[in-house]
C-alpha cells in the first residue's frame, strides 16, 4: 500500500456526498469532526462546485473544453474516463492510480514513463486550479471542510516541491483572454468577473452577499451573474470599488502560493492584477463621465 496514493484517494472521497464510511475517514485522517451533509451542499453545492471546468474555463461554466482535456488525458491511458472527470474524487483517484503505477513498476523505464505521466498530470490537471480552489474553501467553510482543505492544500505543496515538470505552460493556462471592457462585451465583462481563469479571483455567492451588505444594497437572489449585474445598477461605483479590492485580495494568495508553483501561480496572480488594471480602468472612466455630466 502506497501512503501518498492512499491519502489522496481519501482526500478526493470527502469532496463526495458524505457517506458513513467518510467518518472513519476522518477519523483515520485526523480532521476535526466529521463531514455533515448540510455542510457539504453549502460548500460544494451552493459555494465552490468542485469541478476543475468551472476555474479553468474562459466561461466560469461546467464542462467545455477544461473537461475534455482531463477526460482525454484518462484516453491516453488507456482508460474509460468516469461521468465526471474533472471532480475532485475523480481528480484525486486517477492521480492515486498513478502513484501506485508508479511504485509497482519494476522495470526502469517503465517506471520514468508512469513518473513523467504522473507529473504531467499533476502539474496540467491538479496543480493548475486546485490549490487556489482550496485557498478559498479554507476561507469560507465550516470546520470539517476547512481542516479538509488545509491537509489537502499541504499535500499538494508537498508533491509540487518533490515533483517537477519541465514541460510547457499547462495548456489550461494559454491563451487566457483579457478581461473584457464593459463599453465593448457588457456580458463579458460580468461573466470575465465571475470566471477565476480570467480574473484571477474567485467570486461566490456570500462573497456577493458581502458585497451587498457593505455597500447598503439590495440582495437579489439568482445566479451569480444576475446578482452581480443587480449590484451593479443600484450603485455601479460602489461595486466596482468592492471588485477592485476582492481583486487585489488576490494577488497575496496567489504570491504565497509562488514558491512551490512558481509558473502557474505566476499566471494567477498576473490574471488579478490584471483585472485590477480594468476595474481601475472602468472606474475612471465611468468617473469622468460623472464629472463631465455634472460640469454640464
Known sequence: MNLTAELFRALGSLAEPPRDEHRAIARALELDGVPEAHDYTGVFL?????????????????????????????????????????????????????IDAEAAEEDAAGRTAWGHARAAFLWEHILTW??????????????????????????????????SHDGPPALHLRDVPELAHP?????GFIGGLL?????????????????????????????????????????AEATLSWLEDEALGWVPRHQRLAPELGDVARHWKERAEA?????????????EVVAHASGD
Open 195 to 235: 470566471a477565476p481563469a480570467v480574473s484571477g479571483m474567485i467570486v461566490t455567492r456570500s462573497d456577493l452577499a458581502r458585497a451587498a451588505r457593505n455597500a447598503e444594497l439590495g440582495l437579489r437572489i439568482g445566479e451569480r451573474a444576475f446578482i452581480l449585474r443587480s449590484l451593479f445598477e443600484q450603485d
Open 46 to 98: 451552493f459555494q465552490l462546485y468542485p469541478y476543475a471546468s468551472v476555474y479553468l474555463s474562459v466561461e466560469g461554466m461546467l464542462g467545455g473544453d477544461a473537461r475534455d482535456r482531463v477526460a482525454g488525458f484518462h484516453r491516453a491511458l488507456g482508460l474509460t474516463p468516469p461521468p465526471e472527470p474533472d471532480h475532485i474524487a475523480s481528480v484525486l483517484s486517477l492521480y492515486a492510480s498513478l
Open 183 to 187: 463599453e465593448a462585451d457588457p456580458k
Open 275 to 287: 483585472a485590477v488594471a480594468r476595474i481601475r480602468e472602468v472606474r475612471t472612466a465611468a468617473g
Open 130 to 163: 486546485l490549490p487556489v480552489y482550496l485557498v478559498k474553501v479554507s476561507e469560507v467553510a465550516p470546520r470539517f471542510y476547512r481542516g479538509w482543505a488545509e491537509l489537502l492544500l499541504d499535500a499538494l505543496l508537498s508533491e509540487a516541491r518533490t515533483i
